[in-house]
């Protein structure tokens, strides 16, 4: 019937956006709704060139296309081939207007944004505790640190329960004095998310003197809380990422410093043994043991150096000697009387030189090498 029926091959219908999904094939899956019902409806990659403009949650549109069976799942549904924009969708109008007004007010500010801390004790998560979402968290924060202790507040997340839920685990973790806190749910319509669009979950999130990492829906979800967060994190289970730091990553960091200082402390207690060494040379050159080493070794010396300048004067004394008795041995008496002469002098002892001091009578000596001769002046001859 759908495909012989001429005006379901041609129609155009008017709607609010939900549920919107750029699948990685290049389809695009979304809902369009009103106050009346719902219909899912799919622009495959083909029918593209009909869209100038990207679809988003919230977006108030007129979808031209074809209604048929997808017979997989038993259900009708609506193929579009055109979609022009029909102003905005209520929500998307509420979600602009907020977020405008908290932008002005300042709550988006870098400046109050509170850093991340590396190292955490306590991970606080107001989320739904039946979700797929808190079970990632808790799954990716035991394997990257099981020291971690996570502590859950079970909030409800959506309905009309929802805001003043989630405003209380805020409120209650801040008092359990958690180090960081992961506020978020699983993907959804807008619907579906809405509750993080509200003022009251920004304010609460704003005055949070924890830090505060948003983690709704899937990455291309944006919410109000993601704008007043300290940090935006795509996905719950990025959120467990960037709150926990792996502790192997810091074991290995730890390994390194320790590495680090082991060479350093090695290096310096090389250092230390070579000053070591060269104190105790110092020490064993200033010793006194080595001074009267040093002492008598100059002694030593010295002494070798006298005793050689001695011997040196001497020889030198010797062959002066030696020279003065060669000179005085020409000079000497006894060498005259040993070449044939004799020495006379008279009873006194007085040398006779010439014949006018000896008289005939007189009484001499004659001196000769080996002795004395007494003898009697008989003559005297000129």
């Known amino acids: 019937m759908f495909t012989q029926d001429y005006l379901l091959r041609s129609l155009y219908v008017k709607g609010e956006v939900s549920n919107c999904k750029y699948h990685t094939s290049g389809h695009i899956y979304f809902t369009l ?12 990659a083909g029918n593209r060139p009909g869209l100038s403009f990207r679809l988003a949650e919230g977006m108030q549109v ?96 959506q309905g009309e329960a929802a805001v003043p839920s989630i405003v209380q685990g805020i409120r209650a973790l801040e008092g359990c004095g958690v180090d960081v806190m992961i506020v978020g749910r699983g993907g959804g319509s807008m619907e579906d998310l809405w509750a993080f669009n509200e003022r009251e979950v920004a304010q609460a999130i704003f005055d949070c003197r924890v830090p505060v990492i948003s983690a709704v829906g899937h990455e291309t979800d944006t919410t109000i809380a993601d704008f007043v967060a300290d940090l935006r994190a795509p996905t719950p289970s990025a959120a467990a990422e960037l709150a926990v730091t792996d502790i192997r990553e810091i074991l290995g960091q730890m390994d390194g410093y320790r590495e680090a200082l082991d060479r350093a402390l090695s290096r310096v207690l090389e ?52 020279i003065y008795i060669e000179r005085m041995k020409g000079l000497s008496p006894l060498e005259k009387l040993n070449s044939g002469y ?23 000596q004659i001196q000769v090498k080996d002795g004395k001769i007494g003898a009697m002046v008989q003559d005297i001859w000129t």
């Open 342 to 364: 004799s020495y006379v002098t008279d009873a006194q002892g007085r040398n006779i030189r010439s014949v006018t001091q000896a008289i005939r009578g007189q009484a001499v």
């Open 33 to 44: 709704k009103d106050p009346r019902g719902t219909i899912s409806c799919v622009m495959f």
């Open 62 to 157: 007129i979808v031209g296309g074809t209604v048929d069976v997808y017979e997989r799942d038993g259900k009708y549904q609506f193929y579009a081939k055109q979609i022009l924009a029909d102003g905005n969708g209520v929500l998307y109008e509420r979600f602009e207007r907020l977020k405008a007004e908290l932008e002005e007010l300042g709550m988006f500010a870098r400046e109050y944004k509170q850093p991340i801390p590396r190292y955490i004790r306590t991970l606080g998560v107001v989320t739904a505790d039946t979700g797929a979402a808190v079970r990632d968290i808790i799954q990716i924060a035991g394997r990257r640190n099981p020291y971690v202790q996570v502590i859950l507040y079970p909030a409800v997340v």
């Open 271 to 322: 250092r230390k043994r070579s000053q070591c060494g060269q104190y105790g040379l110092q020490l064993r050159a200033a010793s006194p043991g080595s001074r009267l080493r040093e002492r008598k070794m100059t002694a030593l010396s010295l002494e070798e150096r006298l005793q050689d300048r001695m011997d040196r004067l001497l020889e030198e004394r010797r062959h002066s000697l030696a």
